[in-house]
């Protein structure tokens, strides 16, 4: 057997964990991961394959100066906050700041200053700096301009415009792994180029929706609108839908993450939750082109707020449960 080792969470009791082609469980069982799947023809994980960038500074405050941030994040950076604690110049003025949420050691303001852990430095212009009556806060949030296809195909998920970027949670997934995140009001998305997915096909994905219901919001699509995909529908269903045709999970919680197994097979479509068949129903026979992640292929409009921490994508359809147990290690459920 060839293992390989995998640097997630580890599996309760004995037991060796792999990445690339077999997983020994707890109980000597071997279990299969995505990368020893068959007919994979895309696949990422948001702890794998990321080109992250520190997105860009938002400022508030009574008339805060021009902070930048220079660098490439750590896998463990998220959110930087920077805040004035002291009323003073680029090189006198005092701030506390936290990352991730996690207060770090204050500083005293300086041209630049390297912000330890991050990978980033910030410069802090000539100017003011303020305490009173309203704080000087910085804030930027890690995101991902690139999400590269595990499979060895090339199928890159991408975002070259950094307000439309998929932020990265460097612990937001379910056991504290990584995730991406999609925020609706700033349209954020990735998607490949163009590659064609005849069916029947499966996509497999681990994800969830983060904000109560309002409006239609779609979780993956193809790289038009309606091709394939997932669109919530209100606060209990989504639809899974090819071309002009689909059908409803009525009951769903959206909010909870799940592992679902996408089956797009014309009339013999399904949809498998942590390793349950839960609907099933008619889509359209119609390819796919590529994929989009975060919100609708043609429009932006419908993107969601969300979390993505898997996709997996294969060519042939497998058993509804073949990742159960894989999901269940890494994420808690499956």
Do not use: K
Not at 292 to 301: F, S, W, Y
């Amino acid at each position: 057997m060839f293992l390989n080792t995998y640097h997630g969470p580890p599996l309760s009791g004995a037991g060796v964990w792999t990445m690339s082609q077999q997983v020994l469980s707890a109980t000597g069982g071997v279990i299969t991961t995505p990368a020893s799947m068959p007919n994979v023809v895309a696949r990422w994980r948001a702890d794998q394959g990321q080109t992250l960038v520190q997105g860009p500074v938002s400022a508030t405050g009574t008339a805060p100066p021009a902070v930048t941030f220079a660098g490439t994040p750590s896998s463990s950076t998220n959110t930087i906050v920077l805040t004035c604690t002291g009323t003073g110049t680029n090189t006198t003025a005092t701030f506390s700041w936290t990352l991730n949420g996690v207060s770090q050691t204050p500083f005293t303001a300086a041209s630049t200053v390297v912000l330890t852990g991050t990978g980033i430095t910030a410069t802090f212009p000539t100017g003011t700096y303020s305490s009173t009556p309203s704080a000087d806060t910085y804030t930027s949030v890690v995101t991902s301009s690139a999400w590269a296809d595990q499979s060895g195909n090339g199928h890159t998920l991408s975002q070259a415009t950094a307000a439309n970027q998929m932020a990265y949670g460097a612990s937001s997934g379910p056991n504290s792994t990584p995730a991406m995140i999609g925020t609706a009001a700033l349209q954020t998305f990735m998607a490949t180029a163009a590659f064609t997915l005849t069916q029947a096909y499966w996509i497999w994905i681990v994800c969830r929706w983060t904000s109560a219901y309002s409006t239609t919001a779609t979780m993956i699509d193809g790289l038009a609108t309606n091709l394939a995909g997932m669109t919530r529908l209100s606060s209990t269903s989504f639809r899974l839908y090819s071309g002009v045709a689909g059908f409803t999970y009525s009951g769903a919680t959206p909010q909870t993450y799940q592992a679902y197994g996408l089956t797009v097979n014309g009339a013999s479509s399904s949809i498998v939750s942590n390793g349950t068949t839960v609907a099933t129903g008619t889509v359209s026979v119609t390819n796919q082109s590529g994929l989009t992640v975060g919100a609708g292929g043609a429009d932006a409009a419908i993107a969601s707020d969300c979390l993505i921490s898997e996709i997996v994508i294969a060519s042939a359809v497998p058993a509804a449960n073949v990742l159960s147990a894989y999901s269940q290690a890494r994420y808690g459920f499956g």
